[in-house]
């Protein structure tokens, strides 16, 4: 289960939970119900694990030590139901449908954005592009059907960004810290993302595989 980031720390306090507990019992009804269902598992990872939170460590360090990890000053628009940063390009006006305000969302989900400033880890993505590019080209069935690999290459020829991978502690605690900085905490799709390398018995059998 995929248990850390904002949402799941707005949904705990909104029932009068701490994260954790929180976290543990809904957890456990997704187990429940692979049971009840007769749904066999070869593992069940929860994020929260400390395996996990290791393997996450681990990796971080690595992408920092290679240089694509860099401490920087991120502004855009947010979304926090999403939990993503949205490009000016993907943002539109709307109204809110209860109070009549105007607004700003994401085109593709619609849900609300707000514009957010603050100082956090970096991911170089920009620097893969090309590789990208060559590796898309190389293997034309990789994406498939045929419209979402136009898709990808759309979005590859218009130039990846650097991605924002931490948030300030302060406004995200229930998350991994990152690890040499208690001031910043890992963003979530990195963090969620590395489960199935956890898995895989990541980092003990890395070379292994």
């Known amino acids: 289960t995929d248990e850390h980031g904002l949402k799941i720390q707005q949904a705990a306090v909104a029932h009068g939970k701490d994260p954790q507990q929180f976290c543990d019992e809904m957890s456990q009804h997704f187990r429940d119900l692979f049971d009840k269902s007769n749904i066999g ?10 395996r996990h939170r290791r393997a996450v ?12 990890i860099y401490q920087g000053k991120y502004e855009g628009w947010y979304s926090t139901s999403d939990e993503a940063f949205v490009p ?12 009549g305000q105007n607004i700003k969302v994401s085109i593709e989900t619609g849900s609300q954005v707000e514009w957010m400033k603050e100082e956090n880890y970096m991911f170089r993505l920009s620097e893969f592009g090309p590789r990208l590019q060559q590796w898309l080209d190389s293997n034309p069935r990789a994406v498939y059907p045929d419209k979402y690999h136009t898709m990808v290459r759309g979005w590859l020829e218009e130039g990846l960004e650097d991605l924002s991978v931490s948030r300030q502690r302060d406004r995200l605690p229930w998350g991994i810290p990152a690890p040499d900085d208690p001031e910043q905490t890992i963003y979530v799709w990195l963090d969620a993302l590395v489960n199935y390398l956890t898995v895989c018995g990541y980092p003990d059998n890395h070379h292994a595989h």
């Open 41 to 50: 598992h070869t593992d069940f990872i929860r994020t929260t694990e400390p």
């Open 57 to 68: 460590e681990h990796l971080w360090r690595k992408l920092h030590s290679a240089g694509y």
């Open 88 to 99: 000016d390009n993907k943002v539109t006006d709307s109204v809110n449908k209860t109070t």
